[in-house]
């Protein structure tokens, strides 16, 4: 068994120490790496210094330059503080899938922009929000060189998402991918240096531009070719939740299984199973017609309370509200 911390690993880096492992087993020889970890971190020094990594901060302090928008939850729970982490998750089968792949491909996108774009209409009619910032990471491994390399390359970004009711889904996609691709473009800016500059200006307080994260992984099953070796992953069970709500999805050749961590002092069992079912109605909605109006896609709606008795007080008719 082996055990690393995350502070010196990412993800793709345990995929690598798997498969040079099992190369070593069978008696294979390793690629020499033309650079290490070392090489890397001195780039990053010198890059501090350039023109594009200043073009890159700009771009990050202009957009969050004015209104930072965390997801503000309509839950009233008591239990703010537990941070305890409630597991789920959302299967999106075979079928569903090639349809979100053919969308994907008619729209030049990806699969991450439309789970991003349905996550942020959920998320939308759930809060009553229409702009907010939801977070996800990329691996940072830019460089070709750097594929081999066992090290943190990963790195945050914070996507801010605008849902206008009267938009199809496909128009928000549009505009979904547009903020993905230019975050993707700026990624070499550190997410750790952005959090600092904005707390310097008194931009934010906490440590986080976001309290919502989606990360889609794509990967094939694990294949293992030595003989008389059996590797099992350890599934850590992470106890304390970082984000209110987090989703981990996995991308196979057939389906996607996003898994779902729930912050237990934000969401009781009915918050959790209504924002599941919310979700699964946003896409299934997609699934039938892309071109569907936001404001028709058939998810109730949850509304703050307060909200909610504001505009029973202004009318007679407190049901079916048209968002």
Known sequence: MYDIHHIITDGTSFKILNRDLISIY????????????????????????????KRHEEYWLSEFEQEIPKVSWPYS???????????????????????????????????????????????????????MIIGSAEAGRNNSQLENVIGVFINDFAIKTSVKDNNTFKEHLRQVKDKVMNAYEHQDYPYDKLIETLKNTKKISGSDLFNVMLVLENIKRLS????????????????????????????????????IEFCAGVFDEDARNSLKKHWESVLADICKNADQKIKTMDCEVIQRPEKIDKIVEESSFSAGFDF
Not at 109 to 125: N, V
Request: net charge negative; glycine share 6%; hydrophobic share 35%.
């Open 224 to 259: 293992i070719n030595a003989e008389g070796l059996t590797l099992e992953p350890y599934n850590h069970i992470r106890t304390e939740a970082k984000y209110d709500l987090y989703v981990g999805g996995i991308q196979y050749e057939d389906e996607i299984v996003l898994g």
């Open 26 to 53: 069978n008696g294979e020889n390793l690629v020499s790496l033309p650079v290490t970890y070392k090489d890397y971190a001195a780039w990053e020094n010198k890059r501090e210094a350039s023109e594009t990594f």
């Open 77 to 131: 729970n008591s239990h703010k503080e537990d941070r305890e982490v409630i597991y789920d998750q959302i299967i999106i089968g075979r079928d569903r899938f090639e349809v979100l792949s053919q969308l994907a491909k008619e729209t030049r996108t990806t699969i991450f922009m439309i789970l991003l774009g349905s996550l942020s209409i959920t998320l939308s009619k759930i809060s009553g929000q229409d702009t």
